[in-house]
């Protein structure tokens, strides 16, 4: 007796998904590390009060962006309500703006949020004051949610750093930062070799071998110096 071949039955394997490996706390995390501290531009005025520098709205965007799409992250106000202090200041009561952020890991679709309530300090017209209040509530989510320590524009090191040894050998630059540099010189040869030669000099370290927080204040000074040539 004969029996016919029978085709063997092919296995059908589940397909599984594979685990996350990131989380908007780990790109969070890696944020922060890459961020550098913020250089002071601007000054405010006080009269016999004196001065001081603070960091202005448009720097404090710029220094942000490439480090929060690098990673995968939005931070964006979700709510903005004006409404009327419950509180008695000064006699009259205070504007206010209520504040809802998120905070968004797009690969993940993971948010965060943040609530704060800023008081409209300018209430005589309100429109300027709601303006400045919000571009004031910009630079502090950036600052508080990214941890960004601010420097004197005349500060050359962070202060617990005062060589640079050791920031030199921490996170090296990223290719963020370096496709920054690169574009904010323009392709002008001569300035991309002064800046390998000033990062060998003081570091011992090529362009590549810098930490990003020492190229996020390269980065900064070469806006700035842009700023300044278009100006003139």
């Not at 029996?3 to 996350?20: D, G, I, L, Q, R």
């Not at 710029?62 to 004006?82: F, G, K, R, Y």
């Not at 949020?113 to 005589?124: A, C, G, K, S």
């Not at 962070?158 to 290719?175: F, L, M, Q, R, Y």
Request: charged share 30%.
């Amino acid at each position: 007796m004969t029996v016919a071949n029978e085709t063997p039955k092919k296995k059908v394997s589940k397909k599984t998904s594979a685990p996350k490996t990131s989380s908007l706390m780990k790109a969070l995390l890696k944020a922060r590390k890459e961020i550098g501290p913020l250089v002071k531009d601007q000054k405010a005025n006080m009269g016999r009060g004196g001065s001081y520098a603070f960091a202005g709205h448009e720097a404090s965007i710029q220094h942000c962006n490439d480090v929060l799409l690098n990673n995968d992250l939005i931070l964006e106000p979700e709510s903005l309500e004006t409404i009327t202090s419950t509180l008695d200041i000064v006699e009259r009561n205070i504007p206010l703006v209520r504040e809802i952020w998120s905070l968004t890991h797009v690969e993940t679709d993971e948010k965060k949020y943040y609530t704060r309530t800023v008081p409209i300090e300018n209430d005589r017209t309100l429109t300027k004051g709601y303006n400045a209040t919000c571009s004031t509530s910009w630079n502090y989510m950036l600052r508080d949610v990214l941890m960004i320590p601010r420097i004197e524009a005349n500060q050359l090191e962070v202060d617990n750093d005062k060589g640079g040894e050791a920031s030199a050998a921490a996170h090296d630059i990223t290719p963020a930062q370096l496709n920054t540099v690169k574009e904010l010189c323009q392709g002008d040869a001569a300035r991309m070799e002064k800046i390998e030669s000033q990062c060998r000099t003081r570091y011992g370290k090529p362009l590549r071998g810098i930490n990003t927080t020492v190229a996020q204040r390269l980065i900064d000074h070469l806006r700035k110096e842009n700023n300044s040539n278009k100006e003139d």
